[in-house]
């Protein structure tokens, strides 16, 4: 597949300098039509047993796509509906108290960050916004203690698009790990398997259909089923004790259409061999015209595929005059940042434009 073949997928971009992947990602046609087809099957009988035994098997076959992503067994792979609801999964499931501590960072989404603190655990910030990419490992450690019962934190930062050192953390603690994978898979390679808890977002870097995600669990039997849905049991009894399923399918919560699991596949069906190369080498690419444009860029080189950058400003007014001249970026809210996000779909033109907006911007 060549670099206009893997673009042509995307309608948006006929139009758009699309560079908001870390929020949602351009959805390509081949997708589309996989939902709309799938979704002739909700006409009916929707109630029917055939029905419910080809969503259970593509449930079962998406499991293996997504396990596939991450370098993981499918059976260690939960369906969710987003990176969110699989942090809610894994803190609900540890049981924590007053008495333990969970370290996080002072970069994280609230998705992440709100089940965190409604877990009753004592809460540890690391600081590592304001620092060097290469000392937030330090910083990390910094606050891990005995009480530490998980750290929790992003494999890329959604503010700034720095990489934390996943391998070095595990290697260096041994409190678990539940690691936001929103920003990293799809975008940059990922291997969870000997982290604990990785969780997956189908709509941003994957291009797939909202809401759909993943929760890859190291070891299943060792986290409690602090909500069971209907697809947690195995067997249950008429006072709702039950036996869960085998794996990670345990801790699915969620009914997924049929039409969003047929998407997602779709969109992760001939993905291009080069495309975290390319994504690599246009978000170098953006920072440095960035940077070259005078703008005071906080996103290190060699991290994630977001850049981040500041602007004296009203940043929700300029990230709207943008999308109406077919720029689309997001502004970090009450950050003062700006953020775009390259993806191996990205081309010169769009960040050219991108630069081009900023500056007729600055000259009012």
């Known amino acids: 597949m060549t670099f206009e073949e893997a673009r042509a997928a995307f309608p948006v971009l006929e139009r758009y300098a699309y560079l908001n992947a870390g929020s949602v990602g351009p959805l390509a046609q081949r997708t589309y039509d996989a939902i709309v087809e799938a979704g002739k099957s909700e006409l009916g009988p929707r109630g029917g047993l055939e029905q419910f035994e080809q969503i259970i098997e593509a449930r079962k076959g998406l499991r293996q796509v997504l396990g596939a992503q991450v370098g993981v067994s499918p059976e260690q792979i939960a369906l969710t509906t987003s990176t969110s609801e699989a942090c809610?999964?894994?803190?609900?499931?540890?049981?924590?108290?007053?008495e333990d501590e969970i370290v996080i960072t002072d970069a994280e989404h609230f998705g992440l960050l709100g089940p965190v603190h409604a877990s009753r655990a004592r809460v540890r910030v690391a600081a590592v916004r304001g620092r060097p990419a290469a000392e937030a490992l330090g910083g990390i450690l910094a606050e891990i203690g005995p009480r530490t019962k998980l750290v929790a934190l992003s494999h890329v930062l959604w503010l700034n698009g720095h990489v934390i050192p996943l391998e070095e953390l595990k290697a260096t603690t041994s409190a678990p790990l539940l690691v936001d994978g929103a920003q990293s898979v799809g975008a940059i390679p990922v291997n969870a398997?000997?982290?604990?808890?990785?969780?997956?977002?189908?709509?941003?870097?994957?291009?797939?259909p909202t809401p759909t995600g993943a929760l890859y669990v190291?070891?299943?039997?060792?986290?409690?089923?602090?909500?069971?849905?209907?697809?947690?049991q195995a067997s249950y009894e008429p006072d709702g004790a039950f036996v869960p399923r085998e794996g990670a399918a345990r801790f699915e919560q969620s009914w997924i259409p049929a039409p969003f699991i047929a998407g997602l596949e779709a969109a992760l069906d001939g993905l291009p061999e080069w495309r975290?190369?390319?994504?690599?080498?246009?978000?170098?690419?953006?920072?440095?015209?960035?940077?070259?444009?005078?703008?005071?860029?906080?996103?290190?080189?060699?991290?994630?595929?977001?850049?981040?950058?500041?602007?004296?400003?009203?940043?929700?007014e300029l990230v709207k005059r943008l999308y109406a001249e077919d720029v689309v970026i997001r502004d970090l809210p009450r950050t003062g940042l700006?953020?775009?996000?390259?993806?191996?779909?990205?081309?010169?033109?769009?960040?050219?434009?991108?630069?081009?907006?900023?500056?007729?911007?600055q000259l009012g």
Request: proline fraction near 4%; charged fraction near 30%.
């Open 276 to 316: 975290f190369e390319r994504a690599r080498e246009m978000t170098d690419r953006c920072r440095q015209r960035l940077l070259e444009a005078g703008f005071e860029v906080v996103t290190e080189p060699g991290q994630g595929t977001l850049v981040s950058w500041r602007w004296e400003g009203d940043t929700t």
């Open 88 to 98: 809610r999964i894994v803190v609900a499931g540890l049981d924590l108290g007053p």
């Open 218 to 232: 190291r070891d299943p039997a060792a986290l409690r089923v602090a909500g069971p849905s209907y697809f947690s």
């Open 338 to 361: 700006l953020r775009a996000s390259c993806g191996y779909w990205t081309s010169e033109d769009d960040i050219d434009r991108l630069v081009a907006g900023l500056r007729r911007s």
């Open 193 to 208: 398997e000997g982290i604990d808890f990785y969780t997956v977002s189908g709509q941003k870097w994957l291009c797939g």
